[in-house]
């Protein structure tokens, strides 16, 4: 299974990107899809995520200004940032816990590449 990410780049302040993850591979289905942060020298943070049925969680610091969705059709999440901050600045990465096989059950973590945004003027 891979995660393919894009959407990331420099936006000034205020500004809006959306990012997009397409998983692909040997899919019988896929429970929470997520995405994810990291600044230089800190920890990876988690940003938003959603479960199969469209049940949502944000961090407080992304909360009314980022949504995300998904296309289970498509295997894809999305993360619509809005009123980005230069304390956005970081790279974002999506997750996906991804059921493989159902004989037997096979469920497993994926990361996909990361993708970079940038807030700045």
């Known amino acids: 299974v891979q995660l393919q990410a894009s959407g990331g780049g420099l936006v000034q302040p205020g500004g809006s990107l959306r990012l997009s993850c397409a998983a692909s591979?040997?899919?019988?289905?896929?429970?929470?899809m997520g995405w994810y942060r990291q600044d230089p020298g800190k920890q990876r943070e988690s940003v938003a995520s959603?479960?199969?049925?469209?049940?949502?969680n944000y961090a407080d610091s992304v909360k009314g200004r980022f949504t995300i969705s998904r296309d289970n059709r498509k295997n894809t999440v999305y993360l619509q940032l809005n009123s980005l901050k230069p304390e956005d600045t970081a790279v974002y990465y999506c997750?996906?816990?991804?059921?493989?096989?159902?004989?037997?059950?096979?469920?497993?973590?994926?990361w996909g590449q990361g993708t970079l945004v940038t807030v700045s003027s």
């Open positions: 959603i479960t199969s049925g469209g049940s949502t």
């Open positions: 591979g040997t899919i019988f289905s896929i429970n929470t």
């Open positions: 997750n996906a816990v991804v059921v493989t096989t159902i004989t037997p059950v096979r469920v497993s973590d994926y």
